[in-house]
């Protein structure tokens, strides 16, 4: 049997952030050594206090939880998405309390301890805005060389965005932090709203975590709720996109991209209306996308198979 590889997760705990959480959890081709906070969806504090609560539940308490970045590389924190995850993040569920605390160093140190701890072979996905990221990179340049590789889930390639016209949440959160990681010297598979929004969990689903009768799975039931009644007016039902659980399960290999060509991507980090944008070269659509020479960045276009059924094989064991 092949060791778990070392994975840390960078992310903003977030309702599709607990699912993502979770289904690493569950997942015995990785190891979670770590996880980072950043605010995007709540306040990277509170980001912090959700992941411990979870891991609590998921009896992973030994996990270090370290808090990033309060506000982006530039400007300030937005203030978060209340009426997508909850004043709380977690949907308003008030999850039993861990008691626990998080780490004393920053995220982008506890990133920079866990690449020396690991060298070579660390693993990293980030399902938050990129600051944490950009910062462990300004801190210190060769962390490459010690990562194995990155997974973000962030942007639309062919997708509008989410929350400007071209713009997606976590990289228009703060697009600084967004070019600096997709421009640094390392491999990043991006898995963009176009994959993200094309996966969904169905109140089936929900219902089957509510019914569990496991530690964690009915708690991320009731968590979805409020994310389901967001996502209706989108699909015409009760539901929700699977963004940041698609992001980690294509870096665990639980689903595969299909087509996902390395192409050069660049993030507008203007203040015009293209902001936020993630700007790739997708020219080679009607050549079967072949990978552009030199091109670091993997954008995800499509995936062998839904990811629910193999994600609710997962969560249901918790
Ligand atoms: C991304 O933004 C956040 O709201 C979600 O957690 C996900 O990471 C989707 O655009
Ligand atoms: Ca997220």
Redesign the pocket.
């Given at each position: 049997m092949t060791t778990p590889a070392p994975l840390y997760l960078d992310?903003?705990t977030?309702?599709?952030?607990s699912l993502a959480l979770a289904y690493l959890l569950a997942s015995p081709e990785i190891r979670l050594v770590g996880v980072g906070t950043v605010s995007?969806?709540v306040d990277a504090r509170r980001a912090a206090t959700n992941t411990l609560d979870l891991l609590a539940l998921g009896r992973r308490d030994d996990v270090p939880v370290a808090v990033g970045a309060h506000d982006p590389l530039r400007g300030v924190y937005g203030g978060g998405?209340p009426g997508?995850?909850g004043r709380n993040g977690v949907g308003d569920v008030v999850l039993p309390s861990s008691g626990g605390a998080p780490e004393a160093v920053s995220a982008a140190e506890l990133l920079l301890r866990l690449s020396d701890e690991h060298a070579g072979r660390l693993r990293v996905v980030a399902?938050?805005p990129l600051t944490n990221l950009a910062l462990a990179l300004r801190a210190d340049p060769t962390l490459p060389e010690r990562v194995l590789d990155v997974t973000v889930?962030?942007g639309a390639a062919l997708h509008p965005g989410?929350?400007s016209p071209v713009g997606?949440?976590?990289i228009a959160?703060d697009p600084e932090a967004a070019a600096e990681v997709l421009a640094a010297d390392w491999d990043v598979t991006l898995v963009p709203?176009d994959v993200?929004m094309a996966n969904l969990l169905e109140e089936t689903d929900r219902k089957a975590l509510l019914e569990a009768g496991t530690a964690l799975a009915p708690r991320l039931g009731e968590v979805l709720d409020l994310y389901f009644g967001f996502h209706a007016p989108t699909f015409g039902r009760r539901c929700s996109?699977l963004?940041?659980p698609l992001?980690a399960a294509v870096a665990v290999g639980g689903v595969t991209p299909t087509v996902a060509p390395r192409v050069p991507v660049v993030v507008d980090a203007t203040d015009g209306p293209g902001r936020g944008q993630t700007v790739c070269d997708l020219r080679g659509r009607y050549a079967g996308y072949p990978d552009v020479p030199g091109a670091r960045t993997r954008v995800v276009l499509a995936t062998d198979a839904p990811l629910a059924p193999h994600l609710m094989e997962r969560l249901l064991t918790l």
């Open positions: 992310c903003d977030g309702v599709d952030d995007g969806n998405a997508v995850h399902v938050g889930m962030g989410n929350v997606e949440a976590n959160c709203l993200t996109a963004h940041d992001a």
